[in-house]
């Protein structure tokens, strides 16, 4: 590993412990207005499915985007962390049976094996709606324009639209396989919707114009779907161990990737264009996105 990317995943490290600390404060056991109790195996099991590692790397492209713009920190990280709490639901209820049937995440047990199938079924369900509570509570300090769009294009991002009706699509792709333009479009909904909404947010955040918002997003786009091309990969080309979870899943089910589509050296080589592209996408903004466009790299380079 070269200096640069040690000290890329040195800044992640660091910026994980904070997304942690703020996640532990958000789930704690204390009543927020308006609350009549937060039962403690339910906030254990929410505790447990939203801080159990990773690289917290949504959070992360939140706030490096606000920083472009030299928005507010606090507020920024604020947003990474409902975004943080739907990415979590959605591990914690695609670990389940009826979807990838997991028991292992990040090398722990997943919620379902660690508690029960209904417990993470209301974990899951708990940290979708916190996830607006966030957003909307005096604690995030934004003006309510701002809040209101960062309410509707988190829920495009998670919902019908986005990763909810994506991981319809990856269900469906188990019976009967999509061609690759279909593929491409299952995997920009399920992955690459919610970190199109982590870079976009940025810029929400920072009440930037539409230009702004446009960039920001198409960025989003493009490392989406390098992150899940680089996932597809791995799931092909490295261990369990390594993963710290199962691999090699989606072709045990038949699920069409463009890995298998299309090769590993495909892959390769597309995941250097795509950072190529993200590049060239955020130039108008000099060494300002150098951040963002480091983080580019990590996502298309990662070994897990």
């Known amino acids: 590993m070269d200096q640069a990317a040690s000290a890329f995943e040195h800044k992640l490290r660091t910026f994980a412990a904070d997304v942690e600390a703020r996640l532990a404060r958000l789930l704690d056991g204390m009543l927020r207005p308006a609350e009549i109790a937060r039962p403690a195996r339910l906030i254990e099991a929410m505790h447990y499915g939203a801080l159990n590692g990773g690289k917290r790397l949504r ?17 920024a990280l604020q947003v990474g962390c409902a975004l943080e709490c739907i990415h979590s639901y959605s591990l914690v209820h695609d670990d389940l049976p009826a979807m990838d049937d997991d028991d ?10 660690a508690y029960d199938y209904a417990t993470a079924i209301l974990a899951g369900d ?8 966030i957003l909307a509570a005096p604690e995030t300090d934004l003006p309510d324009a701002a809040k209101v769009a960062l309410v509707l294009e988190l829920s495009r991002a998670a919902g019908i639209g986005g990763m909810a009706g994506g991981q319809a699509l990856d269900l469906a792709a188990e019976t009967e ?7 491409v479009q299952l995997q920009a ?3 690459g919707a919610l970190i199109r909404f982590a870079c976009e947010a940025g810029a929400i955040i920072s009440q930037r114009p539409t230009e702004d918002r446009k960039r920001l997003r198409q960025f989003g786009e493009i490392i989406g779907r390098a992150f899940q091309l680089a996932d597809d990969l791995l799931d092909v080309t490295a261990d369990a161990a390594t993963m710290g979870k199962a691999t090699g899943k989606d072709a045990g089910k038949g699920k ?17 264009r795509l950072v190529t592209e993200a590049n060239q996408v955020l130039a108008p903004y000099g060494e300002a996105a150098r951040p963002l466009t480091d983080t580019a790299r990590f996502i298309a380079t990662r070994k897990n």
Request: net charge negative.
């Open 59 to 75: 959070p992360f492209l939140v706030v490096e985007a606000t920083r472009l713009f030299d928005g507010p920190a606090d507020a």
């Open 104 to 113: 292992l995440r990040r090398g722990k047990p997943t919620v379902h094996i």
């Open 126 to 133: 708990g940290l979708l709606t916190y996830a607006f509570d």
């Open 177 to 183: 396989a999509p061609d690759e333009a279909g593929v």
């Open 189 to 191: 909904m399920k992955t």
């Open 256 to 272: 069409g990737t463009l890995v298998a589509l299309k090769g590993t050296d495909w892959a390769r080589t597309e995941l250097d």
